[in-house]
Every structure is written in C-alpha cells, then in structure tokens.
C-alpha cells in the first residue's frame, strides 16, 4: 500500500513539474512575442519619423525660392532740375540688395541696373558678378548719376514744373541656387522700383519696389 503512495506520489510530482516546464515554455514564447511586438512598433515608428523628416525637409531645405532684388535707402547728394530748358540731373548713393532666403548661396552673374524715365533711359549703374550667401542679403553699394539728355521737352517740362520727378530702376539678374553642394537651380529675378524725388527739398519722396 505504501509503495503505491509513493507510486502515486512520485507520478504527480511528474505531472507537476511538466506543467511548470509548460507554463515557463509559454511565459518565455509570450515574453519573445511582445519583445517581436514592440520591435514592429519602433521600427514602424522610426520608419514614419523618417518620411515626416524627409517631406518637411523637402518642402523646406530643398524648396528653391526665387530670390529678391530691391534698391535700398537713397542718399542723394545733389539734385539740379531746370524746367525752362528742361532738364535735371541727379547724384546719390544707393544698395543694390539681393535677399536670398534659400538653405544654399545664390551666384549670379554680372548686370546692369537701368534708369528710366517714363521708359526712356537716364542712366545706369553696373552690377557686378557676386553671391548672396544662404538665408543673407547681399549688400552692394552704388554711386548714381543721371540726366536728362535726350528726353523730349513736353512731360518733362510739366513734371519738373510741379515739383516731383518720378524715375523708375530696372534690373535682371541670373544664377544658380545650390543646395547642399550638390543640387544647382537656375533662378532669375527682376527689380523694379519706382524713385519720387522731391524737386524743392532736394530729396526723396517716396521709394517703393516691386
């Protein structure tokens, strides 16, 4: 009777100890399934991290926007107009100012700032080849003059007569963009402002650009 106590006995211990092996098995195959999980989910993570990265940086840092062109303030150093001839002529110090607010520098190339009035040339300033550094403005400093040789008496006449003489300024420049030293973009900009020198105070009225 005793022996089949222990025969019993023995055969639970048995049994016991198979379903402790069972459940550590499965604890460790549940604890490897979570682990497999939670790998799923921070390289599904990283992988969305990366492309919002990568569409921000692109329509950002990789976004060539057109630079700008402006003439800055004017300090004009002498002004003289004769509405009985009629004629002017004028000397002031301006900025060519080229804003670039790309992740890259801006080269452009030589070019020429035109003076006019009402479309008829009065003067030009050259711009030389140089580059505006990434998200700077390029600061050039000019000396103008001009006059009004050649112009047709009749505008001129009534314009000087009344105090105001309105010019505009024209330029184009060219270049290239380049972006992280490898990607070059073409881009072209205009200036066009339009100059109100007050006849009687020798100044400027009004300066607005495009």
Same mark, same amino acid.
């Given at each position: @009777?005793?022996?089949?106590?222990? +025969?019993m006995f023995a055969s639970a211990n048995g049994? $016991? %100890?198979? !379903? =402790? =092996?069972?459940? #550590? /098995? +499965? $604890? =460790? !195959? =549940? /604890?490897? %399934? +979570?682990? %497999?999980?939670? /790998?799923?989910?921070?390289?599904?993570?990283?992988?969305?991290? +990366?492309?919002?990265?990568? #569409?921000?940086?692109?329509l950002t840092v990789m976004k060539v926007k057109t630079p700008k062109v402006r003439l800055g303030a004017i300090s004009v150093q002498s002004l003289n107009s004769v509405p009985a001839t009629p004629s002017f002529d004028t000397t002031f110090t301006t900025q060519i100012r080229v804003k670039n607010t790309n992740w890259g520098p801006y080269k452009f190339d030589a070019s020429i700032a035109m003076f006019m009035y009402q479309g008829m040339a009065v003067g030009q300033v050259s711009i030389?080849? $140089?580059?505006?550094?990434?998200? $700077?403005t390029k600061k050039i400093d000019v000396t103008v003059s001009l006059n009004s040789n050649g112009l047709p008496s009749s505008n001129l006449r009534s314009d000087l007569n009344g105090g105001i003489l309105t010019l505009s300024s024209q330029a184009i420049l060219t270049g &290239?963009?380049? /972006? @992280?030293?490898? @990607? &070059?973009? &073409?881009?072209? #900009?205009n200036m066009d402002c339009t100059i109100a020198f007050d006849l009687s105070s020798k100044a400027i009225q009004t300066l607005q650009c495009k």
């Open positions: @009777m005793a022996e089949k106590n222990q +025969q049994y $016991s %100890r198979k !379903d =402790e =092996e069972s459940a #550590t /098995l +499965q $604890s =460790e !195959d =549940e /604890l490897k %399934r +979570q682990k %497999r999980i939670k /790998l799923a989910m921070y390289v599904g993570g990283f992988i969305v991290f +990366q492309i919002i990265v990568m #569409t921000v940086f692109g030389p080849k $140089s580059k505006a550094g990434m998200r $700077s &290239k963009v380049e /972006l @992280m030293f490898i @990607m &070059k973009k &073409k881009k072209s #900009t």
